[in-house]
C-alpha cells in the first residue's frame, strides 16, 4: 500500500506539471480573447467569464485528451516498469493520478472563472442547485466519474493492442498503427464525450421525468454503474496485456 501512494503521488506531481503549463495557455487565451473583445466591442471586464466558459469547454476537452494519451505511454516506459510494482498496482496508480490531475485542472478553471466575475460565478452556482434536485446531481457526478475511467481504459487498451501488435510489425508498420491508434483514441474521447454532454443535458431536460416514471429513474441511476462495470473489465483485460504480452521500452541514450 505504502508503494503503491508513493508511486500515485510521484505520477500526480509529473501530470501536475503538465497541467500547470496547460492552464497557462489557457488563461493567456482566454485573457487575449477577452481584451481583444473588450477594445473592438467594448464588452466590460465582467463580461469575460463568458470567454472564459466557452475557452475553458475546449480546454477542458484538450487537457483531457493530452492526459489521457500521456497516461497510457506510462505503462511500457522502463522509468516505471523496472519499479519492483505490480501490474495491477501500476495500472491503478496511473489511472488514480490521471483523475486526480483532471481533478485538479478543473478546479484552477473554477477559481480562475470565479476571480473573473464572483457575482456571476456564485449566481449561476445557486441556480445550478437550486434548479436541480441532489439525487440528480449526485447521478451526474457519478456519470462523469465513470466515463471518465472508461475513456481512459479504452484509449489504454488501443494503446496495449498497439504495443503488442507493433511488436511484431516493421519500423513502417509500427509508424502507421501508431497513427491509426492516435486518430482512434481522438475518435473514442471526441464520442463518448459528446456522449457524455448528451446524456447531462437529457438528464437537465427531463428533471420531471424523475418524479414521474420510476423505470427512467432506475434506469439512468444505475446507468454510471453498468459504465464503471465495463470500466473495470476492460482495466482487467488491459492489465493481463501489460502483464503478459507488453514489452517494456527503454529510452536510448
Do not use: C
Not at 10 to 15: D, L
Not at 28 to 48: C, E, F, M, N, P
Not at 163 to 190: D, E, H, Y
Amino acid at each position: 500500500m505504502t508503494k503503491l501512494m508513493a508511486l500515485t503521488s510521484n505520477m500526480v506531481r509529473n501530470k501536475v506539471k503538465t497541467i500547470h503549463g496547460l492552464f497557462g495557455i489557457y488563461v493567456l487565451v482566454t485573457l487575449v480573447l477577452s481584451a481583444y473583445q473588450t477594445l473592438r466591442y467594448h464588452v466590460k471586464i465582467g463580461g469575460w467569464i463568458e470567454y472564459a466558459e466557452v475557452v475553458g469547454a475546449f480546454a477542458t476537452f484538450i487537457v483531457f485528451l493530452i492526459i489521457v494519451i500521456r497516461t497510457e505511454k506510462i505503462l511500457d516506459s522502463s522509468t516505471y516498469r523496472l519499479i519492483p510494482i505490480t501490474e495491477g498496482k501500476l495500472y491503478t496508480a496511473n489511472i488514480v493520478s490521471t483523475i486526480v490531475a483532471f481533478l485538479y485542472f478543473e478546479l484552477l478553471n473554477l477559481i480562475f472563472t470565479f476571480l473573473l466575475n464572483p457575482v456571476s460565478f456564485i449566481r449561476g452556482l445557486n441556480s445550478t442547485l437550486n434548479d436541480t434536485p441532489l439525487s440528480i446531481l449526485l447521478i451526474m457526478v457519478a456519470m462523469i466519474f465513470a466515463m471518465f475511467v472508461l475513456i481512459v481504459a479504452l484509449v489504454t487498451l488501443m494503446h496495449l493492442v498497439n504495443s503488442v501488435g507493433t511488436t511484431f510489425l516493421p519500423a513502417i508498420g509500427q509508424k502507421i498503427t501508431r497513427v491509426v491508434m492516435v486518430v482512434l483514441s481522438i475518435v473514442v474521447v471526441s464520442y463518448v464525450f459528446g456522449g457524455l454532454q448528451y446524456l447531462v443535458s437529457l438528464i437537465f431536460t427531463r428533471t420531471q421525468v424523475f418524479n414521474s416514471d420510476n423505470g427512467f429513474w432506475v434506469a439512468t441511476a444505475l446507468s454510471p454503474v453498468y459504465v464503471l462495470a465495463l470500466a473495470l473489465v476492460i482495466s482487467a483485460v488491459n492489465i493481463y496485456l501489460l502483464r503478459n504480452w507488453v514489452e517494456i521500452k527503454v529510452k536510448a541514450g
